[in-house]
C-alpha cells in the first residue's frame, strides 16, 4: 500500500510518500519521497492577514507538482492539511476550494491541538522507558505544539502562537511567551525528569550539524552554544558559513530560541531528535484511520 501526505505549513509544503508493508498485522512505514518547497506563506499571513496573489499561484504550481508526483508513484490515499498560516488567512477557503477544482486533493486545516496530537500518532515516546516523562516540541513557522507523557501516558497537549516566522516579524506579545512558560512549568512540575524530544526542520538541521550520530540526544548547552553562535552571525554569513538555505538561515535562530526556552522552563537537560514531522505523523494517522475502515 502506497500512501502519501502533504503538510502545507508557514515556512514550508511537504510531500511525503511511504510504502507501507504489514508484518505478522504490524505496518512498517518505509519512506519513498520526501520533497520540499519553501512557500514562506507565514511572511504574507502573519502581516497581511492573507495570502497574496503570488504565493496562491507558488501553492496552485506546488499541489500540481505533487499531484503529478502521487499518481506516478501509484499511491492508493492521500491526505493533505494546512497548519498555522493557513488557520489565519481570510483567504484560506477560496484556496482550498479551487486547489480540489484543480487537482483533486482536498486540503483539511488542521485545529492547534490536533496538530499537537497528529505528531504523537508518531508514537515515539510510547516505546521509551517510564524512568522519564517526555515533551514532543514541534516548531513550525506559525506556531508551536507541546505534547507531554508521563508513565507512558497522554497527558498534556496544546498548541501556541509561537512560531519562527512570527518571531522573525515581531508577531509574538510577551505575554505569550508568557502562557508557554506557565503551561510548561505547571505541567513539569513534581513528574519524573523530563526527556525533549525534538520535531520540525530546524532541530533536524541543527542536529545533521552537530554531527551527532543517531539516537544519540542532542544536551541543552550545546543548543544554548549554537542560538549565540548563529545570533551573532549575519544572515548572509549564515548562509554561507553553515551552508544553510536561505528559508533555513533565517528561522533557525528564532526556532532554537523556542527549543531552549521550553526545555529551560521543563528542566530538561537533553532533547532527542527522532527526524519525523508533521507528515510523518499524518501518514500514520492514514494508515490507522484506511485500517479502521473510517471514510477520510
Same mark, same amino acid.
Given at each position: 500500500? /502506497?500512501?502519501?501526505? %502533504?503538510?502545507?505549513?508557514?515556512? *514550508?509544503?511537504?510531500? !511525503? =510518500?511511504?510504502?507501507?508493508?504489514? @508484518? $505478522? ?29 503570488? /504565493?496562491?499561484?507558488? %501553492?496552485?504550481?506546488?499541489?500540481? *507538482?505533487?499531484?503529478? !508526483? =502521487?499518481?506516478?508513484?501509484?499511491? @492508493? $490515499? ?219
Amino acid at each position: 500500500m /502506497r500512501l502519501a501526505a %502533504i503538510d502545507i505549513g508557514s515556512n *514550508a509544503a511537504r510531500l !511525503l =510518500i511511504s510504502e507501507v508493508i504489514e @508484518t $505478522n498485522g504490524e505496518p512498517e512505514f518505509n519512506k519513498l519521497n520526501l520533497v520540499r518547497v519553501p512557500l514562506r506563506l507565514g511572511f504574507d499571513v502573519f502581516e497581511k492577514g492573507y495570502i497574496t496573489k503570488h /504565493r496562491i499561484g507558488m %501553492i496552485f504550481q506546488t499541489m500540481k *507538482a505533487y499531484n503529478h !508526483l =502521487i499518481n506516478v508513484y501509484g499511491v @492508493t $490515499n492521500v491526505i493533505a492539511c494546512a497548519t498555522s498560516a493557513m488557520r489565519d488567512a481570510t483567504n484560506s477557503q477560496d484556496i482550498i476550494r479551487k486547489v480540489k477544482l484543480e487537482t483533486g486533493i482536498e486540503i483539511e486545516i488542521l485545529s492547534g491541538d490536533i496538530e499537537a496530537m497528529i505528531i504523537y500518532e508518531n508514537h515515539i515516546a510510547e516505546h521509551l522507558d517510564t524512568d522519564h516523562s517526555y515533551m514532543y516540541i514541534d516548531v513550525g513557522g506559525g506556531s508551536t505544539e507541546l505534547t507531554f507523557f508521563a508513565d507512558g501516558k497522554l497527558i498534556y497537549k496544546h498548541s501556541f502562537n509561537i512560531g519562527t516566522i512570527r518571531i522573525l516579524k515581531n508577531l509574538v506579545p510577551e505575554s505569550a511567551w508568557d502562557e508557554m512558560k506557565e503551561a510548561v512549568k505547571t505541567i513539569t512540575k513534581g513528574q519524573k525528569k523530563l526527556v525533549a524530544i525534538g520535531t520540525g526542520g530546524n532541530i533536524n538541521k541543527v542536529f545533521s550539524m552537530s554531527k551527532r550520530k543517531d539516537g544519540k540526544p542532542l544536551q541543552l548547552d550545546l543548543l544554548k552554544d549554537y542560538l549565540k553562535e548563529l545570533s551573532a552571525v549575519p544572515l548572509a554569513d549564515r548562509i554561507r558559513l553553515y551552508k544553510l538555505r536561505e528559508d533555513r538561515a533565517d528561522v533557525i535562530v528564532p526556532a532554537l530560541q523556542i527549543y531552549v526556552n521550553v526545555m529551560r522552563w521543563a528542566d530538561a537537560e537533553e532533547i532527542f531528535v527522532p527526524k519525523i514531522g508533521l507528515a510523518d505523523g499524518l501518514v500514520q494517522h492514514l494508515y490507522s484511520e484506511l485500517k479502521k475502515g473510517k471514510k477520510l
